[in-house]
C-alpha cells in the first residue's frame, strides 16, 4: 500500500538530481539500521551489488567458439 507521504517521498527522489542520489542512499541507509534491521557484513553486501549486476547469458557453442578463436589468432590451417 502506497501511502501519500510514501508517494512524497518518492516524488521527492524523483526530482533529486543523480549527483545528490547517493548521499540520500547513504542516508536512508543509515536509518534503516536505526529501526533493527540486520546489518549486512561486507562479504554479504558485496554479494548482493554481485546479484544485482548478474546477467543471463546464452547458452555457448563451447566446440564452435574454440574453432573461431583458432581461426583468429592462426588463420585457416586446413590443409585438404
Same mark, same amino acid.
Do not use: C, W
Given at each position: $500500500? =502506497?501511502? =501519500?507521504?510514501?508517494? %512524497? @517521498?518518492? #516524488? &521527492? &527522489?524523483?526530482?533529486?538530481?543523480? #549527483?545528490?542520489? /547517493?548521499? $540520500?542512499? +547513504?542516508? $536512508?541507509r543509515g536509518? %534503516?539500521? &536505526? /529501526?533493527? @534491521?540486520? +546489518?549486512?557484513?561486507?562479504? !554479504? +553486501? @558485496?554479494? !548482493?551489488? &554481485? !546479484?544485482?549486476?548478474?546477467?543471463?547469458?546464452?547458452?555457448? %557453442? *563451447? #566446440?564452435?567458439?574454440?574453432?573461431? /578463436?583458432?581461426? !583468429?589468432? *592462426?588463420?585457416? @590451417? %586446413?590443409?585438404s
Amino acid at each position: $500500500m =502506497v501511502t =501519500v507521504l510514501r508517494k %512524497d @517521498a518518492m #516524488d &521527492l &527522489l524523483e526530482r533529486m538530481p543523480e #549527483d545528490k542520489l /547517493y548521499f $540520500m542512499i +547513504q542516508i $536512508m541507509r543509515g536509518i %534503516d539500521g &536505526l /529501526y533493527g @534491521a540486520e +546489518q549486512l557484513t561486507a562479504k !554479504e +553486501q @558485496a554479494f !548482493e551489488e &554481485l !546479484e544485482h549486476l548478474r546477467r543471463r547469458v546464452p547458452e555457448l %557453442d *563451447y #566446440d564452435r567458439e574454440l574453432e573461431n /578463436y583458432r581461426e !583468429e589468432k *592462426y588463420g585457416n @590451417a %586446413d590443409i585438404s
